[in-house]
């Protein structure tokens, strides 16, 4: 399906983001709301390159609120957060824009633009941070090609299955080569058939370099890959377990 190798020649700058330390780091971390709702409570994580992490836990348990904390949407009350070192609550505004771009997110709902086609909706998302034509041009075939949508490349989302939105916007996540894809139920919206076919793309991704970490509730296939699994239950982490099921009796 793939020439993945030719994508991801441009490894190095992720890789030397990073170095030996851990790409995210949570140190005690909670967040509270104004309401007085504790989201989270004294989180304390680490993710390190190459990892495959399923973030799991039912509706309210905090997985929203970590996800915000890791693309800087959303500060610590309390803790620290760090990526590649770099304590994120002390990142400039003027930053953020540029940290984000080595961060991939994947969401349930897509988020495709509507009015462009799949090869205008990748490219976009370079265009809009000055990238180079001819990078673009090089760079949008081939992370089609990596998610399997050459052929579609000039089809409207509304033109496409679930499935096929679903590889696009994972190839705009990937635009900027992140050193960690974040993906929220990126197979919510999906039929067990295809949402299975999404995640052996996250794993080629995956084996690839890419840190992966997952949101979901999909249990049977969470309890199939056996990956690390990060469990948070009413804003506390209850399990960081390698090789784990969904749950554990």
């Given at each position: 399906?793939?020439?993945?190798r030719?994508?991801?020649?441009?490894?190095?700058?992720?890789?030397?983001?990073?170095?030996?330390?851990?790409?995210?780091?949570?140190?005690?971390?909670?967040v509270?709301?104004?309401?007085?709702k504790?989201?989270?409570i004294?989180?304390?994580?680490?993710?390190?390159r190459?990892?495959?992490?399923?973030?799991?836990?039912?509706?309210?348990?905090?997985?929203?609120?970590?996800?915000?904390?890791?693309?800087?949407?959303?500060?610590?009350?309390?803790?620290?957060?760090?990526?590649?070192?770099?304590?994120?609550?002390?990142?400039?505004?003027?930053?953020?824009?540029?940290?984000?771009?080595?961060?991939?997110?994947?969401?349930?709902?897509?988020?495709?633009?509507?009015n462009?086609t799949?090869?205008?909706n990748?490219a976009?998302?370079?265009?809009?941070?000055?990238?180079?034509?001819?990078?673009?041009?090089?760079r949008?075939?081939?992370?089609?090609?990596?998610?399997?949508?050459?052929?579609?490349?000039?089809?409207?989302p509304?033109?496409?299955?679930?499935?096929?939105?679903?590889?696009?916007?994972?190839?705009?996540?990937?635009v900027?080569d992140?050193a960690?894809?974040?993906?929220?139920?990126?197979?919510?919206?999906?039929?067990?058939?295809?949402?299975?076919?999404?995640?052996?793309?996250?794993?080629?991704?995956?084996?690839?370099?890419?840190?992966?970490?997952?949101?979901?509730?999909?249990?049977?296939?969470?309890?199939?890959?056996?990956?690390?699994?990060v469990?948070?239950?009413?804003?506390r982490?209850?399990?960081?377990?390698?090789?784990?099921?969904?749950?554990?009796?």
């Open positions: 399906m793939t020439d993945a030719s994508v991801t020649k441009a490894r190095p700058a992720a890789a030397s983001l990073i170095g030996d330390e851990p790409l995210i780091r949570l140190v005690d971390v909670t509270t709301y104004p309401n007085g504790e989201a989270l004294n989180v304390d994580l680490e993710i390190r190459g990892d495959f992490i399923f973030l799991v836990g039912p509706s309210g348990a905090g997985k929203s609120t970590l996800i915000r904390l890791l693309i800087r949407e959303q500060v610590a009350t309390t803790g620290r957060v760090y990526l590649a070192g770099r304590d994120l609550a002390r990142v400039s505004r003027s930053q953020v824009h540029r940290l984000r771009r080595r961060i991939g997110v994947v969401f349930q709902d897509f988020r495709l633009l509507p462009k799949v090869r205008e990748v976009f998302a370079l265009e809009v941070t000055g990238a180079p034509l001819d990078e673009i041009r090089r949008v075939p081939r992370l089609l090609a990596l998610v399997g949508l050459e052929d579609q490349a000039q089809q409207l509304a033109q496409l299955s679930g499935g096929e939105q679903q590889r696009a916007a994972i190839a705009r996540a990937l900027h992140p960690i894809l974040i993906a929220d139920e990126p197979t919510g919206n999906l039929d067990p058939v295809t949402g299975w076919e999404i995640v052996q793309l996250l794993l080629e991704i995956n084996a690839l370099g890419t840190t992966l970490v997952v949101a979901t509730h999909n249990q049977e296939i969470v309890t199939a890959l056996r990956r690390r699994v469990a948070l239950e009413q804003g982490m209850v399990r960081d377990e390698v090789g784990a099921a969904y749950r554990r009796g």
